[in-house]
Each structure stands twice: as structure tokens, then as C-alpha cells.
């Protein structure tokens, strides 16, 4: 735990949040030095080419007035710095959503986002000779006494909860960041930005850029033209030409009606999901999603921590969106920094590859993130077939089973 005197580090936005946070460190003792991260060139508001030209409900991270910022902060007598680390962003953040839109891949930009804010922390802490780093973000870390590791838990107040966030944080940055707001609710920091009287910005719940229904004519500006590539859109079990289309960038897997996809069979009033996507051919087939289902993730690039025993499956629970419900399941390890789950009930629908998931080991309340990783599939398993990576319908599976047991006499 931070004592009396030592320099920490705190990024801030001029939203409540960091400045509660800012100004509860301040109360404490501790020598604090705000930073803002610029991801976006600062601009008036009259301009119009903003990075992606972006709602600014959307941005992440977005800082609408320095300088309104650098005020709330002089007047809490708070050094304040400002970094831009727009390069950063857009190699890290800006240039990933447009290839794995490309690649027809979920990426949660967000996350990303956030992960280049805490490096860029860190960067300046060393700088600076700040012993600690510090957020208003509303998670709780323990560390092992006897191990020296470092466990991220979910917040009390579950409706601000941020731990999926952070849960891809290095041990690294884990033992020196300090979270004011962990054990707070958000009506507890209402009352103390209240009680500061300072003009501070209104919260935001911002969303994933990836998952904007527009984002596919956002980012032709910064593609070549040789990268578009047209095709077809087909109905995935019969193979039915539905529609063409302008590029495979307008599509990624799991991509529904509320995300983009606006493609329906003539004469047909339903909702279709992206199922599969043929980068070469810019083949794009799409289904009911009611036909779709799975048992099974399998999560790759996975970081483990809050004393994982790989030894042995552990009963788990899992969210693949920020504010999304916990799944219960039992997650498998595997080698090179992977795993499976299986889920305890199937599960309709379909997750797309690239997709976050973090994984937590109770279902609601104070829980401690188990694992976070990226989905390389979902599936389901076909008796004496092996594993589906295409979700289909149950009626399908049945007719291949079936197949399978008349080859073999059964």
C-alpha cells in the first residue's frame, strides 16, 4: 500500500472520476502528479477531421479541453502534464481495428486502449520517479504476502465494475498501481465531487469503436483500394446467394443486425448473423442466429494470474463484454499460453474469433480475475466427428452423427 510522501503518477481525463481519485490520493499523503494521455490531436470543436471522425460519445479515452482540465487540477494545487502518445494510438489502437476488420476479426479497441494508457503510465513513471501509477477506474487488487503476486478483483459496485479492463494489466503494472476508488461505489464519488466543488465532466460509458454500425465506411479513408475486397454474401446451410457486397471490411464473425450488418433475405423479416468469412475469395456467409450454438471457447494468447492452479480444470465463469453477463463453465489448460472452456449450459449464438474474454472465479459480487485472453474459436463437439468450428444447427450435427453411424453399420 502507497505511504505518506511517495510521488505517485495518476492519469486523468476532468472527468469525476480521475479527480476524486486525484483528490483521495491527495488526502492521503501522497505527492501526486496528474497526466493526461493525449490519443487525439486536440482540436476546437468546429473541426471536423477527428480520428475516424468519431462521435465524441465514442472516443475512447477522448479529452475534450485540455486546458478546462489543467484548471481543475491547478486549483487542487495538483502538478499537471500532459503526453501524446498519438503515434502510440494509432499503431496500436486506430491501425488494429481497420486490419482486423480486414481479417473479419472482433477487436475490442477499448481494451486496447486501455492497455496503452497503463504503458504509457508506467513510461513516465520511471521518468518521473513516481513510485506508483494510479487510475479512476473502479476495480480492487490484493497482493500474496507469501508470493508477491498480484490478484485483480472485480468491483463492489458491480454496475461500475472495470476490472474486464484491466484484467490484461502485467504483474508489473499490478504492484504499483493504487485504485482510490476500489472499495467506492458511484454514488459515494457523486457525493465527493460534490463536496470538492469543482467542475468536473460528467462520466462516460464508453463503447467499443469496433462493434459501430458505421465503422466500415469510417475506415475506407485509410484503406487501399487493392485491400477492398468485393464478394458475395451466402446463406450459410443452403448456400443461397443472398446478396453482393462493397467489402469484406463492412463484416466481421458474429456480426448482427445492432452491429452493422444489414443484409436479409428477400422477402424475409429476420435477423442474420456473420458466420464465416473467406478473406481470398471475399466470400461472407451468414445464418439465423437461432440455429447457432456452442459448448465450447477455446482462448489463445492467455495471460493467468490471482494464483491459477494449472494443474487440474477449475470451475470458472466467463464475460466476453464489458458489461456483459458472467457464463458459468470449467476452463481446461493448455500449452503456449492457452486453454478451453466448456460451458455448463449450451449456449445459443456464436463468439467471434478475436473476441476478449476474461475469466472470473465467482459469478457476481467481488470476484478475482482467474485468466484473460482472446477467443480463437467456439465450437461444439459432433460424436466420433470431433469439434465444429463453424457453429450450425442441431439438426445438422444430427444428420452428420447419423451419417456417420451408417458408414459405420451402426
Known sequence: MATQSHKILI????????????????????????????????????????????????????????NQIKKVYDSMEIPFYAVNA????????????????????????????????????????????????????????????????????????????????????????????????????????????????????????????????????????????????????????????????????????????ETGLDIKRTGMERDLVVVEIEARSGRVEVEDPRKLFYTHVSLSGCRFGGGSNSIFPLDVYVQFQENGDRVAGKLFFKNNQSCVIEFATKQLGMIGRGTVAVVYAKASGVSRVLATGHTQYCFHMIKGHGRRFAPSSPDADEEIEQSLRNQMGF
Not at 32 to 53: E, G, K, R, T
Open 11 to 66: 492519469g486523468v481525463t476532468g472527468r469525476m472520476d480521475s479527480a476524486v481519485a486525484a483528490y483521495l490520493l491527495k488526502k492521503q499523503g501522497m505527492e501526486v502528479h496528474a497526466v493526461a494521455v493525449l490519443f487525439h490531436a486536440q482540436a476546437d470543436s468546429s473541426a471536423a477531421d477527428d480520428a475516424f471522425n468519431l462521435d465524441p460519445k465514442v472516443v475512447q479515452y477522448g479529452l475534450s479541453d485540455l
Open 86 to 257: 498519438q503515434e502510440q494510438y494509432y499503431a496500436l489502437v486506430h491501425d488494429k481495428v481497420v486490419a482486423h476488420r480486414l481479417m473479419g476479426r472482433t477487436f475490442n479497441a477499448k481494451v486496447a486502449a486501455t492497455q496503452l494508457l497503463f504503458d504509457v503510465l508506467l513510461d513516465k513513471a520511471k521518468v518521473l520517479g513516481a513510485k506508483f501509477i494510479s487510475t479512476g477506474h473502479y476495480a480492487k487488487l490484493q497482493m500474496n504476502q507469501k508470493s508477491g503476486e498480484n490478484s485483480l478483483f472485480s468491483s463492489p459496485d458491480l454496475g461500475s465494475d472495470q476490472s474486464f479492463l484491466l484484467a490484461g494489466l502485467s504483474q508489473e503494472q499490478l504492484g504499483l498501481l493504487q485504485l482510490p476508488l476500489s472499495d467506492m461505489r458511484k454514488a459515494e464519488t457523486e457525493k465527493i465531487a460534490k463536496i470538492m466543488g469543482i467542475a468536473t465532466e460528467a462520466s462516460k460509458k464508453h463503447l467499443n469503436v469496433f462493434e459501430r454500425p458505421t465503422l466500415g465506411k469510417e475506415i475506407e479513408p485509410f484503406l487501399p483500394k487493392d485491400m477492398i475486397t468485393e464478394g458475395e454474401v451466402y446463406q450459410h446451410q443452403d448456400e443461397q446467394l443472398i446478396a453482393e457486397h462493397k467489402g469484406l471490411h463492412h463484416f466481421f464473425l458474429g456480426q448482427g443486425a
